[in-house]
């Protein structure tokens, strides 16, 4: 019975519809799913076929973003909820010339271990060019803690875009990041969309890769395709 479970599983399809995002639902509700993750502070949407996150979905308190503890101890470990065929390994990701770039960063969830330990799984994780991890995709992030602080709360979606093809294991290597930040205080959302590549990365400026909506959902759509 497990093994004619495995075998069909690409098959089944959920829709994504997170708890944590309830004003752009419209926007994630049309990507389809492998596997739905619901982990202590954030919702994610799986693939089977590329062994990462499509989507993560979270909200952020301003008052819990300040707090902040050591990233000591904190390790990329497997999700044992992803079943063995669809599941990434660290070592996958070792001398690629990728990083393991969180879909829901750690940063954001600093301030309670059991989550923090959360966030370095693997079905959180998907490869992202150094350059554009440690140097835009930094700022991106510290925008939207700052956003968090500034409006008391907000809710976030991170997501991939198209395939760019794999790394070990055959996890897939995605074109494109996004963020999309929704401010309920305003009912303002920004977002943003950054090609997954190190070339102009290390002096980027956020405000460029701003965009709207209806971009990220043009490359989304294309992602569907592949």
């Not at 752009?24 to 596997?35: A, E, M, R």
């Not at 074109?175 to 002096?203: D, Q, R």
């Not at 959902?217 to 294309?222: G, P």
Request: include cysteine; charged fraction near 25%.
């Amino acid at each position: 019975m497990k093994k004619l479970l495995l075998a069909i599983l690409p098959a089944l399809i959920f829709a994504f519809n997170s708890n944590y995002t309830s004003h752009i639902n419209k926007f994630i509700n049309f990507i389809s799913c492998d596997k739905v993750l619901h982990k202590k502070a954030f919702d994610i949407c799986y693939s089977c076929k590329h062994k990462h996150p499509l989507v993560v979905t979270y909200k952020l308190k301003g008052n819990l973003v300040k707090q902040t503890l050591k990233r000591k101890g904190m390790r990329f470990r497997p999700d044992y909820e992803v079943p063995t065929k669809c599941r990434s390994y660290t070592k996958n990701y070792s001398h690629t010339g990728f990083d393991r770039g969180h879909l829901a960063p750690n940063a954001a969830f600093d301030y309670n271990k059991a989550i923090q330990k959360e966030t370095f799984l693997l079905s959180n994780i998907a490869p992202q060019k150094p350059q554009l991890n440690r140097r835009l995709w930094a700022k991106i992030e510290k925008f939207t803690r700052i956003q968090a602080i500034r409006y008391k709360n907000i809710e976030v979606v991170t997501g991939v875009c198209g395939n760019n093809g794999y790394i070990k294991n055959k996890v897939g290597i995605p074109e494109y990041w996004y963020k999309i930040i929704y401010i309920p205080k305003t009912n303002k959302t920004i977002a943003f969309l950054a090609p997954n590549i190190n070339v102009g990365m290390s002096k980027a400026k956020v405000k460029d890769f701003i965009v709207n909506i209806s971009k990220i959902k043009e490359k989304c759509y294309s992602y569907r395709k592949k």
